[in-house]
């Protein structure tokens, strides 16, 4: 584990390198159990090549939950976040405090908004889902989903 020789900064240089490498999603998966039909999946992900991985384990280290995992897709590691408590008590605040400059900004605002609708349990029902729909579909513009924003809405209950 490498040691956090200049904690003064670190702050600002997680942000800047999820700025970079970083991911802000909402994912969504068909649950035919679940009251709307849908799960909702916030998650905070950095990906990295194996040889350069430190930092994950330094983000690790500062957010104090999340896991690393390999991911077979890209051959690398993966630092990854998807419990709601933690993005709503570790990884909102730090990216409240220390902004990203570049046009992330804009998907950790529907990111932010999305989880705090999630608090108040929105996705469980028709109405709250498409507002988050609605968020989450603006984020991430050229990543790929699986479904489309009207398939979901079709199916809705």
Known sequence: MPALKNKRNIYEYISGYVDGEGCFSISFSKREKFLVGWETKPSFSVSQNGGRAQILFIMKKVF??????????????????????????????????????????????????????????????KKGLNKIMNLAFRMNPSGKRKYTKAEMQKTLR
Do not use: W
């Open 64 to 125: 104090k939950c999340g896991f690393i995992r390999r991911d077979y897709s890209d051959k690398t590691l993966k630092y990854e976040v998807r419990s709601l408590s933690d993005l709503v008590s570790f990884i909102i605040p730090h990216f409240n405090r220390y902004p990203l400059v570049s046009a992330k900004q804009k998907d950790f605002e529907f990111f932010k908004k999305v989880c705090f609708f999630m608090q108040i349990e929105m996705h469980k029902n």
